[in-house]
């Protein structure tokens, strides 16, 4: 009988244990959803930069486009403390947003909307409130473009298609444990980087009001201290390639004074083979130095201008491969996100046959890198020089050789 009884009682508290561990696994899951994922919207008011003379005037209407307005709606995602990169940046959020631009312009400028990635750094997080800074790139399309006949006074855009850059600085204040309104002040820019001429771009300058809701309770997020970073030293090879885009004016007056100058609008081929050593010294910071080989279809070309203005000039390539070919030597910075980084570089050409158009000797590189878990990795780099002025789009791929 008393064995019977034991029995019943460890099969009871069997139960009973079996049911407390079900419980506080549902009370875990409830804790802990899979993501903590929120939708947004912002509202941006601001200035437009007068970078150039269609901005200032010198367009269809005659009158200067100095202000915008846009609308963003966002879907971002809270990181939660289960990666380290979490902790090392205060628990980033990241997402996808849709973007929609207003110049009251329609005609010379179009509908400018954008697809875009985004990432946001918290500098400071409270209680009630949070403070820092968010990155966004992506595509814009529905441009009017600049056209010779139809939109020729559009300088600014020369293609259908440009990138989308975002940096703003932000404060958030939470109302609730679902519900957030922000307020931002950001710069935001439009390029195609070169592969379409003209392409002057345009800069604006807002601030921003935003209002977003969590669909699920916000998490509390508790910093903890993160080991020291294993220094490691890599290789990286990467080829890039890319097309710029030329418009060679002839300088000659036209026979006819009612004829338009005449215009060839040229696409140059480019390749880039890069190699590089590079020390990541911290779990943000990456450093190194090295050489590149370029080839540029747009060097050393030879251009000439019929007698009448309104004929198109005549543009040769150089005949010899050399004279097309340019050596740099470069230093490098990464500001790395676990797998993606921020890459910049500075470089010099140490090597190449200059002529009367060649660009400056400095140049630089600005864009992105995402490494795959197998150290292959792509990348997105806009060449420039002088820091302003875009030559050319490059897509990479490369692969690195890591070592302790």
């Not at 966004?136 to 399309?141: H, K, S």
């Not at 508790?222 to 002839?250: C, F, M, R, T, W």
Request: aromatic share 16%.
């Amino acid at each position: 009988m008393k064995t019977i009884a034991l029995t019943i009682l460890m099969t009871i508290c069997l139960q009973l244990s079996a049911q407390e561990v079900q419980q506080n696994d549902s009370l875990a899951s409830k804790k802990k959803p899979k993501r903590y994922n929120a939708l947004s919207m912002r509202y941006h008011a601001g200035r437009v930069l007068q970078t150039n003379d269609f901005l200032k005037g010198e367009n269809e209407s005659n009158q200067v486009i100095d202000y915008y307005q846009a609308l963003s709606i966002a879907y971002s995602v809270q990181t939660d403390g289960s990666k380290e990169w979490h902790h090392i940046f205060n628990f980033p959020y990241y997402g996808v947003g849709f973007y929609n631009a207003n110049f009251f312009n329609v005609d010379e400028l179009g509908t400018p909307t954008a697809l875009y990635g985004f990432m946001g750094f918290p500098f400071k997080r409270k209680e009630r409130s949070m403070w820092g800074y968010e990155l966004g790139f992506g595509l814009t399309y529905n441009w009017e473009p600049y056209n010779k006949y139809d939109n020729p006074f559009n300088v600014a855009i020369g293609s259908y298609r440009t990138v989308y850059i975002d940096a703003n600085l932000f404060y958030e204040y939470y109302l609730s444990s679902r519900w957030a309104v922000r307020g931002s002040f950001g710069f935001t820019h439009f390029s195609n980087g070169g592969t379409k001429k003209p392409n002057s771009g345009i800069n604006l300058l807002s601030p921003a009001i935003e209002v977003s809701y969590s669909f699920k309770d916000r998490p509390l997020l508790l910093k903890q201290p993160q080991p020291a970073y294993g220094q490691h030293y890599e290789v990286a090879i990467q080829l890039g390639s890319g097309s710029s885009n030329v418009l060679y004016d002839n300088p000659n007056k036209p026979s006819n004074p009612e004829d338009s100058k005449g215009t060839a609008d040229v696409m140059h081929s480019y390749l880039n083979l890069s190699a590089a050593v590079l020390k990541q010294t911290t779990w943000k910071n990456k450093f190194g130095a090295g050489i590149d080989l370029t080839y540029d279809e747009k060097a050393n070309v030879v251009v000439t201008n019929p007698e009448d203005g309104s004929e198109e000039p005549i543009v040769e390539f150089a005949d010899k491969f050399s004279d097309k070919l340019m050596l740099g030597i470069y230093g490098t910075y990464e500001f790395t996100i676990d797998r993606l980084s921020v890459a910049s570089y500075m470089g010099v050409l140490a090597l190449r046959k200059k002529d009367d158009n060649s660009n400056p000797y400095l140049y630089q590189k600005f864009g992105l890198k995402y490494h795959f878990k197998n150290d292959l990795y792509l990348g997105l780099l806009v060449r420039a020089h002088n820091f302003s002025v875009a030559e050319v789009i490059e897509w990479n791929i490369g692969y690195r050789i890591k070592w302790h």
